[in-house]
């Protein structure tokens, strides 16, 4: 059974930073493209960033130039560090593969 948790969450000031991890138990890992969504109070969920299985990457407008999502298949996580955070990128932060499994999520909060 597919099993994605993610931590790094938390609260930070704007303008500040935060590391979040997915630890993903997948076989052949290196074949799934992985998400990070997110889910704002009120909004729906929406795509972050995506990693595909070459590595290359594709991130929401909102997001480009912040955040850098990226993998390390030896060990099965993907990584989303996230620059310059704003207060509109508090949310819940989900991780996703292609096979559609979800984490449970980890909440970040920017405020001040």
């Known amino acids: 059974q597919v099993q994605l948790v993610e931590s790094g969450g938390g609260l930070v000031q704007p303008g500040g930073s935060l590391r979040l991890s997915c630890a993903a138990s997948i076989r052949h890992f290196s074949l799934y493209v992985m998400d990070w969504y997110r889910q704002a109070p009120g909004k729906e969920r929406e795509l972050v960033a995506s990693?595909?299985?070459?590595?290359?990457?594709n991130y929401a407008d909102s997001v480009k130039g912040r955040f850098t999502i990226s993998r390390d298949n030896a060990k099965n996580m993907v990584y989303l560090q996230m620059n310059s955070l704003k207060p509109e990128d508090t949310a819940v932060y989900f991780c996703h593969d292609s096979f559609d499994s979800w984490g449970q999520g980890t909440q970040v909060t920017v405020s001040s």
């Open positions: 990693i595909a299985t070459d590595s290359s990457t």
